[in-house]
């Protein structure tokens, strides 16, 4: 069975602060996404990594994929309060075939003004 | 608005009743999943089209429950005789389905069985 574990599960800081999410796995993935929800909505896209190693940013978000793309982490610079909400990792099984998205629990983070 | 579309965005519903969900993907995307989520939890699949094609299912989906993209475009959950245990967000999401894509998720549809 395919598992994505996200770590930390909840985080509050204080605004300003930075924070790293991480989210691992034993399987390769052909490609992983970053998304964040609000309460009541859908996931909406962050971003998706494709080649192992790569980093991008998005303001003041920085994702990179791992060498292996068997993890990924999340670093956000000076957080604010609008960051608040659940990060989510999804990824796809490389070997398998399928182009089933697994998704990882979800860190829960909090941004205190 | 060309985003995923879903509806009715909320649900109430008395245990034992049918209730069916619509998902209209991005017009392009060949590929439509279906997720569960419940408080606190990531997306669970439950299930995926290619096309018209239902190419893979969960085991989270029991028998009362049936999707189908009949003409590769909208498509619908129905779940019978509804449980307490079904109260959740459905996800609809959608992609190209080529390598690397990425999936776009609507806004959820909410079920509370009651």
């Known amino acids: 069975t395919q598992l994505l574990e996200q770590s930390p599960q909840f985080l509050s800081i204080q605004e300003g602060e930075n924070l790293t999410v991480y989210c691992n796995s034993s399987s390769v993935f052909s490609s992983l996404q970053w998304y964040r929800q609000e309460p009541g909505e859908g996931p909406v896209l962050l971003v998706t990594?494709?080649?192992?190693?790569e980093v991008k940013k998005l303001k003041r978000l920085t994702f990179q994929f791992g060498d292996a793309r068997k993890d990924s982490s999340l670093h956000i610079t000076a957080a604010q309060p609008g960051d608040t909400g659940l990060y989510l990792c999804?990824?796809?099984?490389?070997?398998?075939?399928?182009?089933?998205?697994?998704f990882g629990t979800g860190t829960r983070l909090k941004v205190l003004a | 608005d060309t985003g995923v579309s879903q509806n009715p965005r909320h649900k109430i519903t008395k245990r034992g009743q049918n209730v069916t969900f619509r998902c209209d993907p991005i017009?392009?995307?060949?590929?439509l999943y279906w997720y569960r989520q419940t408080l606190g939890q990531g997306p669970e699949f439950l299930t995926y089209f290619q096309n018209e094609a239902q190419l893979e299912k969960s085991r989270l989906l029991s028998d009362r429950f049936s999707a189908e993209r009949p003409k590769g475009s909208f498509s619908t959950l129905e779940i019978q005789r509804t449980e307490q245990g079904d109260s959740a967000m459905y996800l609809c999401?959608?992609?190209?389905?080529?390598?690397?894509?990425?999936?776009?998720f609507g806004e959820g549809s909410w079920l509370t069985v009651v």
């Open positions: 990594v494709v080649t192992g190693g």
């Open positions: 999804a990824g796809v099984d490389a070997i398998s075939g399928t182009y089933k998205y697994i």
């Open positions: 999401a959608s992609s190209l389905g080529t390598s690397g894509n990425t999936i776009y």
């Open positions: 017009s392009e995307h060949n590929r």
